[in-house]
């Protein structure tokens, strides 16, 4: 399958961004999908996962209560939506689909398809 992300961009601390994960062709509904982020200089940190149903969410303590990750179903997108963005939400953002881990396994490994990258600054 392949993913397209979009809806980054630069936005002031405490702002908000919407980003999107299209799929042309296969449907979204067939996998679990993740949301990583990579700064520069660090490692690819999980974001968020949601489960096939789009029923069962799971989120890093660092966004909790700040995100939400759901299925836009009938667009075949899974979107996140960001509030109160801080300068440490600064990272390239990509989403990953698979088809058979949980929705609970924050391991980047075990996602087979992934995204270009959307690039999120937050300006202090």
């Known amino acids: 399958v392949q993913l397209q992300a979009s809806g980054g961009g630069l936005v002031q601390t405490g702002g908000s961004l919407r980003l999107s994960c299209a799929s042309s062709?296969?449907?979204?509904?067939?996998?679990?999908m993740g949301w990583f982020r990579q700064a520069p200089g660090k490692e690819r940190e999980f974001v968020a996962t949601?489960?096939?149903?789009?029923?069962?969410?799971y989120y890093s303590d660092s966004v909790k209560g700040r995100f939400t990750i759901y299925r836009g179903n009938a667009k075949n997108t899974v979107d996140l939506q960001m509030n109160s963005l801080k300068p440490e939400d600064t990272a390239l953002y990509y989403c990953?689909?698979?088809?058979?881990?949980?929705?609970?396994?924050?391991?980047?490994?075990?996602?087979?398809?992934w995204g270009q990258g959307t690039q999120v600054t937050v300006s202090s």
């Open positions: 949601i489960d096939r149903s789009g029923t069962v969410t």
């Open positions: 990953a689909a698979n088809r058979y881990a949980s929705v609970y396994d924050t391991r980047s490994t075990v996602y087979d398809y």
């Open positions: 062709g296969r449907t979204l509904r067939n996998y679990v």
